[in-house]
């Protein structure tokens, strides 16, 4: 399972990988029409990202809510899994709280869970960009195999915030980012 989150230029790492012989399946939420009401261009531009994902890596997109199964059959024939981690608590079903940043924040534990469950090693990875030279800059942190889900949760979410603290512009997700520090996801449950 790779993992990384809505910073700096991530989609060159699609590239990245079918360059090194990874064909991965990317995890996206699914593109319904309600956020897209009267936003024509937001709606055609997500539709074209996803295509874009797609052809990048070579391998069909899975859907959440809903590709569980998908997800599933993937996993089971080992292929490999994008999962972009640092989404808002109100996008998923199952949270549990971390610190990031210096608070507590409710981050999806499913796919933690998930990656336990299954025995799956973890790799986080960021591409950054250098400003000054144009180059990318790609790190791999592998995580290997854990034993518990929140304690892999917290080992990605530590790369999360060392991330934003280094390049806190690089984050897509500001403009969401009362979402993302709710104190409880509504309509979400906290891990039991």
Request: net charge positive; proline share 6%; hydrophobic share 45%.
């Amino acid at each position: 399972m790779l993992v990384t989150f809505h910073w700096a230029c991530g989609m060159w790492a699609h590239r990245h990988a079918r360059a090194s012989g990874l064909h991965p399946h990317m995890l996206l939420a699914r593109q319904d029409g309600g956020g897209y009401v009267a936003r024509w261009v937001l709606r055609r531009y997500a539709r074209a990202r996803v295509r874009t994902v797609a052809l990048a890596d070579g391998k069909q997109v899975l859907f959440v809510p809903g590709s569980m199964q998908g997800l599933r059959d993937a996993l089971q024939q080992k292929e490999q899994i994008i999962v972009v981690i640092d989404v808002p608590p109100d996008q998923v079903n199952l949270t549990a709280p971390q610190q990031v940043l210096g608070r507590t924040v409710h981050m999806p534990i499913a796919l933690p869970r998930l990656a336990v469950e299954q025995r799956l090693p973890v790799t986080v990875f960021t591409l950054g960009l250098d400003l000054a030279t144009g180059r990318r800059d790609l790190r791999l942190y592998p995580l290997g195999v854990q034993d518990d889900a929140q304690a892999l949760s917290e080992k990605i979410f530590a790369h999360f915030e060392r991330v934003v603290r280094e390049r806190p512009a690089c984050w897509h997700f500001w403009s969401v980012a009362d979402r993302f520090f709710a104190d409880l996801p509504a309509g979400g449950q906290r891990q039991p």
